[in-house]
């Protein structure tokens, strides 16, 4: 027999179950958009490749190192778009729409990004983008973050984090970029590979950087707040009286700059500690100057794209949840005392309500542990000879990455209803 051929790494197919919930999302998601007058909009998914390189900036990891890029058959150079944003601007420029317009559009559909895949991030995934043109004033880019929020509620999604910074005019970002310029370079021997790289192309993505040895060379570099010119202040501060009035709280993080380079003033993501590393569930902000940038008529703009995969994952996790599908914890048990005294306490945390898979007919803790990895439960709860003597019970999260803890019996009640959301 020939050798079954694979799919391609990072792309990932749907099949029918899995569908079912996105088309469950994607009527929420439509409904929220149309509830604030935003129109759909089909865009191809091939553009010229120059297309993303005047827009995301040459020098993004996107354009450097993660696009789908190619030479066609007539020697043309095409890539698969990576994002949204770059092609309705094309599209707005080359049909007319935009200039002296006021438009509200979105758009759904697959984006390709050549990254190393692990969970929540693939090659292959799903956005759906909202972009609005034409509209200068912060109580747009307020209405982008409720329709969000609103979104979230429709959803019944909770612990998503708004964090909000503002990168400025390109002028007041050009002037802060020398001044961080000028500060990371007699901090030159202690910049990491990756950061001396972007020192000349992208120095502001050396804020973003999650190395912890780069930590506190990055805590005493300039403050892009303080250079922001007077009137993205202004923006920026009725941004936050909007989001005040609206009732959305907010983390202003001055060092959220995003990975792509046409953004001015507002930038936002949402986030979460739900899936591990990459946390950003959806993501945007304002984008003055890019139209023009393309060869369009100068026109305010500013939009958003969420993450479709991770958004579905984040569902899944909270609908198994909440409907009791699966156990909250899986009690594992080692040693003959262990095991007495575990019988009785996962009868007590089921009189409390909670759904527990307590582990039967022994089994090495390397057994236990894989079953409850089975069991889908959200939290291990580890009791073995030392925990029995102390009436404790080691606490590991599965699902998450929270840190392995041990409580006293006692509390466990308490502490695994606020976990899992069982006592609300
Ligand atoms: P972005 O931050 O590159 O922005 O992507 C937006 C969202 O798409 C991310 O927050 C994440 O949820 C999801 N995403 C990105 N890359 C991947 C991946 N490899 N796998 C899975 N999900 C991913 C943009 O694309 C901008 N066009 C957003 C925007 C619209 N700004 C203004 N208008």
């Not at 693939?122 to 329709?147: K, W």
């Not at 479709?308 to 409907?323: F, G, P, T």
């Amino acid at each position: 027999m020939s050798k079954a051929i694979q799919a391609i790494r990072g792309m990932n197919d749907l099949l029918p179950d899995a569908v079912a919930h996105w088309q469950r999302l994607e009527a929420i998601v439509r409904d929220v958009l149309h509830a604030y007058a935003y129109r759909e909009i089909r865009l191809p998914l091939l553009e010229k490749s120059e297309l993303f390189a005047r827009s995301i900036g040459n020098a993004t990891d996107i354009v450097e190192k993660e696009m789908y890029s190619f030479e066609d058959r007539s020697g043309e150079n095409l890539t698969l778009r990576p994002e949204g944003t770059a092609g309705c601007v094309r599209a707005g420029i080359e049909n007319g729409f935009l200039h002296n317009q006021i438009q509200r559009l979105w758009y759904a559909g697959a984006m390709f990004r050549h990254e190393r895949p692990q969970k929540g991030r693939y090659r292959q995934f799903h956005q759906v983008g909202v972009e609005a043109y034409g509209i200068e004033s912060p109580d747009l880019d307020a209405e982008l973050i409720v329709m969000c929020a609103r979104l979230w509620r429709a959803l019944d999604l909770d612990g998503l984090t708004l964090q909000l910074n503002s990168l400025g005019t390109l002028e007041s970002r050009a002037a802060y970029r020398r001044e961080l310029v000028a500060y990371l370079e007699t901090q030159r021997d202690h910049l990491d590979e990756d950061s001396l790289r972007r020192l000349d192309k992208n120095p502001l993505r050396i804020l973003d950087s999650k190395n912890p040895a780069m930590q506190e060379i990055i805590a005493a570099a300039p403050n892009l707040h303080d250079h922001l010119d007077e009137a993205s202040r202004t923006h920026f501060a009725r941004l936050g009286d909007y989001l005040q009035q609206a009732g959305i709280p907010f983390i202003v993080n001055p060092r959220l700059v995003r990975g792509l380079d046409y953004y001015t003033r507002t930038v936002f993501e949402w986030t979460t500690d739900r899936l591990g590393s990459q946390s950003a569930v959806c993501a945007g902000g304002r984008y003055d100057g890019l139209v023009e940038q393309l060869g369009g008529k100068s026109t305010p703009a500013a939009g958003f794209a969420i993450g479709m995969e991770r958004l579905v994952e984040l569902i899944l996790q909270q609908d198994a949840k909440h409907s009791g599908a699966h156990p909250h914890a899986y009690l594992a048990l080692l040693g003959d005392e262990a095991e007495k005294q575990g019988f009785m306490l996962a009868e007590r945390l089921r009189d409390a309500g909670l759904h527990v898979e307590c582990n039967a007919g022994g089994g090495s803790l390397k057994t236990q542990l894989k079953r409850a990895d089975r069991s889908a439960a959200a939290y291990a709860l580890l009791l073995g000879e030392e925990e029995a003597r102390n009436n404790a019970v080691t606490v590991k999260d599965l699902r998450g990455h929270e840190a392995q803890t041990q409580i006293p019996q006692n509390i466990l009640i308490d502490f695994l209803k606020q976990k899992t959301g069982r006592g609300e």
